[in-house]
Nanobody
């Protein structure tokens, strides 16, 4: 089992930066793959980024590649998403997710946080 809690969302101007965090709790959560998804109003939830528990593998959606960076601190059971060069189309609720298997992290993670709102104003 894993419990995920996001923080750090807010309002930022286009071109700005924001870092959101996800604190994870659970006995073996440090061995889980973790990642971020987002859902804009009226749209389906989409994958944003993922990182393996060994920290040697990351994967990004094309829409954020080069602008967003995912990282994690296993000692703190925390994953971060650094978002730079933000665009109005990045506005969404951002959800933290975790999976015991890397192979399903991108499509069907088992555990989800409640989400944090990120709004990018133009």
């Amino acid at each position: 089992q894993a419990h995920l809690a996001e923080s750090g969302g807010g309002v930022v101007q286009a071109g700005g930066s924001l870092r959101i965090s996800c604190a994870a709790s659970g006995r073996t959560v440090s061995t889980y793959a973790m990642g971020w998804f987002r859902q804009a109003p009226g749209q389906e939830r989409e994958f944003v980024a993922a990182i393996s528990w060994t920290i040697d593998t990351t994967y990004y959606a094309d829409s954020v590649k080069g602008r967003f960076t995912i990282s994690r601190d296993n000692a703190k059971n925390t994953v971060y998403l650094q978002m730079n060069s933000l665009k109005p189309e990045d506005t969404a609720v951002y959800y933290c997710a975790a999976s015991r298997r890397w192979t399903i992290m991108v499509v069907a993670p088992e555990y989800w946080g409640q989400g944090t709102q990120v709004t990018v104003s133009s």
